[in-house]
Every structure is written in C-alpha cells, then in structure tokens.
C-alpha cells in the first residue's frame, strides 16, 4: 500500500494522483480517499491561481454569472457552496451578490477549508462559516438554506448521483444550483474524458426520477476547460422555505443541532464531540468522538 508520504512525493513530481489510485484500485470510480488525498494534496493551488490575472478575471466573470442567477431566484438570507474547495468561488459569489448574505462552505478536505479560511480572511465574527464536512453526509439541518449550489464538487463523485443529490436537497430551502461537468450537452470528446476520470453524470435526468422539479438544465456561458464544460441545473424545492436555526450546523449521523463550545461542536443526539481544528469545525462522521461527559466536565 502506499503511504501518504509516497503519494506527497509523486504529486511533487507532478503525478495525476487520483488516476494513479484508480488505476492501483483498477476502476474508473473515485473512492472518497482517492478524492480526498488527491484534492487535499492540492491544496493552494486553486488560491496561487488567482495571482494569474487571466485567471482572476475568469473567476470575475465566473462568479458574478453565478451571483446573477442567484439574485435571479430569490433574495437569499443564507447561501453554501458544497464543495467550497478554498473558497475562490464563493468569495467572489459573496462580492457579486448585491444584498448581505449568511454563507457557509464546506469541503472533505481539511486543507483546502484552511486556505479558504485565510483567502476568505473568516474569523470568528464573520458571515462567513467554513467546515469540513461530506457531500453523502452533510452536516446541516433539512432545510436549513436558502439557496444551496455546487461548482464541479459533484464532478468527481460519479456513479453517486441519485446519493449526492438527495442529500442536497435535504439541507436546501428554495433553490438547488448545480454547477457540474455537462456529460450529456458535451463532444464525444469531451465524454470520453469525463468517462476516464470517473465525473458525475445524468444529473437533470436523476432528479427528474426522484420526483424533483428541475427548472432549468443548460450549458453555462463559461468553462475553465473546454474538454470539461460546465453545465447549470436548477432545481426548485416543493413547499420552499427555510428554517431560520440560531446555526444549521448538524451532526452529520443525526441530523440534529449542534452545540458550540471552544474547542468542539458537541452533538447531544449522537453524545458525541467532533474537533474545531485551527478554527475550522471537523464535522465528517469519521471526526466524531464518543464523549457522553463532555456537557458535564466542559466548564
Ligand atoms: C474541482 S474542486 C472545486 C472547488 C470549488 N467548488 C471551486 O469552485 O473552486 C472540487 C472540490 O470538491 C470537493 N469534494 C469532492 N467530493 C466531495 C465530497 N464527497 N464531500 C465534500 N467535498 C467534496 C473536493 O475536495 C474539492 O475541493
């Protein structure tokens, strides 16, 4: 098996390290450890880029189009980015949006949701909430945000489709957006990349299945990569509302509130503690701590 510490080495090296797992796994699926080890050794690419002015101005225009068809929707009070990677593309969301918006953002890997914390420059005191959470088992209440949307974070989950997208409309309020790979508008070329790398597909026709109302399923006007263009899918939640929660943080097994203490967000369902790391809540299920004294000893 190889260590972390080998696949640090050939990422240096400048391995493709999720093809080099899948071809080890031998599959064209990626396991959550591929994504993670893959995406977390990644981590300050995405924010280094921004120093690219030809990149900056894509991720200008990139984000303001997504603020446009948010502010198209409804006036938001919450907003989260599911996937948030380090938070350039919520950042500029934020900016591009004209009203003041709670945010949130989280992402499997603890490393990309710290440099995201320094690009977004969160503290404790900011409309901004980072955390690491799972996209299969998010850790916010049903219904707890207004408007929910991804930017290629489904991508390299293919085969979970129907999994993926019942757990985000759990957690939406109003409106899902789906800024993902358009497997079925691309070129064969194009298609038989997507199909190499494992990316998600048949999204509009998957929520069509499960009964959701899909208002809009197009290409959108922009694509970092033409071999992988960006698809918008827009799905109205039946009887939109949102639940307006001191936090919709959850347990991510239960589902239920969560209780904020310095050091960790403790869960009362579960009797469990998961760790706040250099500021940023761990909320995955495998963070979890059995700690059924915490509420009595933490004083
Ligand atoms: C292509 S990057 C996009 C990041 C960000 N959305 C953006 O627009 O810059 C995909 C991100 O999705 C995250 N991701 C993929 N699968 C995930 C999962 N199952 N749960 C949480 N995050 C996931 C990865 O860790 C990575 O940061």
């Not at 080998?6 to 959550?32: A, C, M, P, V, W």
């Not at 994504?35 to 995405?46: F, P």
């Not at 929520?207 to 990569?225: S, W």
């Amino acid at each position: 098996m190889v260590t972390p510490k080998e696949l640090k080495k050939r990422y240096d090296n400048g391995e493709n390290i999720s093809q080099f797992l899948r071809e080890q796994q031998g599959s064209y699926t990626n396991s959550r450890a591929i994504i993670e080890a893959s995406y977390d050794l990644q981590a300050g690419t995405y924010v280094r880029a921004m120093s690219d002015p030809q990149h900056a101005q894509y991720n200008k225009d990139y984000t303001s189009k997504i603020a446009e068809v948010v502010a198209g929707l409804c006036q938001p009070v919450s907003i989260l980015e599911a996937g948030v990677g380090e938070g350039t593309t919520l950042s500029g969301v934020l900016r591009n949006l004209e009203t003041s918006v709670e945010s949130y953002g989280f992402d499997l890997c603890w490393s990309r949701v710290a440099y995201a914390q320094q690009w977004m420059g969160v503290k404790a005191d900011s409309p901004t909430t980072l955390f690491t959470g799972d996209l299969f088992n998010i850790p916010l209440q049903e219904s707890s945000i207004d408007v929910v949307y991804t930017s290629h974070s489904i991508e390299p989950n293919g085969g979970k489709e129907k999994e993926l997208l019942e757990e985000l409309y759990r957690v939406t309020g109003r409106y899902l957006v789906l800024l993902e790979p358009g497997y079925e508008l691309a070129s064969p070329e194009a298609k038989k990349r997507m199909e190499a790398h494992g990316y998600c597909r048949n999204l509009p026709e998957t929520a069509k299945q499960l009964g959701y109302n899909v208002i809009q399923h197009e290409l959108f006007p922009l694509a970092a990569n033409p071999l992988n263009p960006t698809a918008i899918t827009i799905i109205k939640k039946a009887n939109s509302f949102s639940f307006s929660k001191p936090t919709p943080l959850a347990c991510p097994v239960y589902k239920t509130a969560l209780v904020e203490y310095p050091d960790a967000m403790y869960s009362p369902e579960a009797l469990a503690a998961y760790p706040i790391m250099q500021g940023i809540p761990c909320l995955r299920e495998e963070n979890s701590i059995t700690a059924s004294h915490f509420e009595v000893l933490h004083k």
